[in-house]
C-alpha cells in the first residue's frame, strides 16, 4: 500500500478515537438527562412532544408497559408500510410510476423492516435527529444528491449493444442510446442507513453507486457515523464510572476493523470506468 493511504487510515484513526470521548460523553448525559448544548433548541420540541402525547417525562415505564408500546408502535409502522406498498402507484414522490405491490410481497417487506431488531433505543431526538441533519449536509456539500426531482433521461456520449432475452426466451440485440438517472432525497437517507448500519441503500447498492459515493471524502464520512458502536464503550463506562473497562471493551471492539483496514483500501482503490458516462 502507498504511503497516501496508510496516511488516510491513521487519519481516519485519529478522527474517530478523537470524537469518541466526547460524543460517548454526550450520550451518556442525554441517558441522564442532564443538561447538554442541545438543550436550548431541543428541550422545548422535547417538551412540546410530551405535552401533544400525554407523557410524564418524570415517571418511568414499567416493563409491562414498554413491551406493549413497543409492540403497538411496531404494528402501527408495519400497518403503515404495508399501506404505502400497496398504494403507491398512486402516491407522490413516485417518479417512476412503480406499481403497488401484490399482498404478498408487500406484507413480507412490511413484515421484515419492522422485525429486524434495528429498532435504534438511543434517543432519537437528541441523537439520531442532529447527527443525521448536520450529516445531511456534510454529504450534499460533497456532491450527493438531495433533491425530489423526476427522473432524467440522457443520451449516451458512448451508444451501446446489449443482448436482451425476451420472454419467450430467445435472445436479441438491441442498441441502447440513452439512460435513465435515478435521483432523489439520497444524502438524507444515506445518512440514516449508515448511522442505523442499515444496507442496500437509495439505489439498492450499498453506498457502491457514484451518487450515493461521490468521492474519499464522503467515504470517510459515512465511516464515523458507521463506528457508533466504537463510542458505546465509552459511553457505557461513564454510566458504570470504570473508564479502563470502556477503554478495553473499545479495544476489543476496534481491533478487528484496523486489521481490515489495509485490505478494505486496497479493494475500493480502483477507479469508475468512464467512457460510458451519460452527457
Not at 446489449?162 to 444515506?190: F, H, M, N, W, Y
Request: glycine residues 6%; charged residues 15%.
Amino acid at each position: 500500500m502507498a504511503a497516501n493511504g496508510w496516511f488516510q487510515i491513521l487519519f481516519y484513526l485519529f478522527v474517530i478515537f478523537l470524537i469518541t470521548k466526547p460524543a460517548g460523553v454526550f450520550m451518556c448525559r442525554v441517558f441522564d438527562r442532564d443538561k447538554t448544548f442541545l438543550d436550548p433548541v431541543l428541550r422545548p420540541i422535547e417538551r412540546l412532544i410530551y405535552r401533544l402525547t400525554g407523557i410524564d417525562e418524570k415517571q418511568e415505564m414499567r416493563w409491562t408497559e414498554y413491551a406493549v408500546a413497543m409492540l403497538l408502535f411496531s404494528g402501527v409502522s408495519m400497518a403503515l408500510l404495508y399501506l404505502i406498498e400497496r398504494t403507491q402507484k398512486w402516491l407522490p414522490f413516485n417518479p417512476q410510476h412503480l406499481p403497488n405491490l401484490e399482498p404478498g410481497l408487500a406484507f413480507g417487506t412490511a413484515a421484515s423492516f419492522t422485525t429486524n431488531t434495528n429498532w435504534q433505543s438511543y434517543c432519537l431526538l437528541w441523537v439520531l435527529l442532529p447527527v443525521c441533519l448536520v450529516g445531511s449536509l456534510a454529504l450534499v456539500s460533497q456532491g450527493v444528491v438531495q433533491n425530489l426531482k423526476s427522473y432524467t433521461i440522457a443520451d449516451l456520449t458512448d451508444p451501446q449493444t446489449v443482448q436482451v432475452t425476451g420472454a419467450d426466451g430467445k435472445t436479441t440485440l438491441q442498441r441502447v442510446t440513452q439512460q435513465v438517472i435515478a435521483q432523489g432525497p439520497v444524502a438524507s437517507q444515506e445518512v440514516i442507513k449508515e448511522f442505523g448500519t442499515n444496507g442496500g441503500g437509495f439505489f439498492n447498492a450499498n453506498s457502491a453507486h457514484p451518487f450515493e459515493n461521490t468521492g474519499r471524502k464522503p467515504k470517510a464520512i459515512r465511516s464515523s457515523w458507521a463506528q457508533i458502536n466504537v463510542r458505546m464503550p465509552c459511553n457505557q463506562a461513564e454510566i458504570w464510572k470504570e473508564r479502563k473497562c470502556g477503554l478495553e471493551s473499545r479495544a476489543l471492539r476496534f481491533l478487528p476493523r484496523l486489521l481490515r483496514m489495509p485490505a478494505a483500501a486496497r479493494s475500493t482503490a480502483c477507479t469508475i470506468p468512464t467512457r460510458h458516462l451519460v452527457a
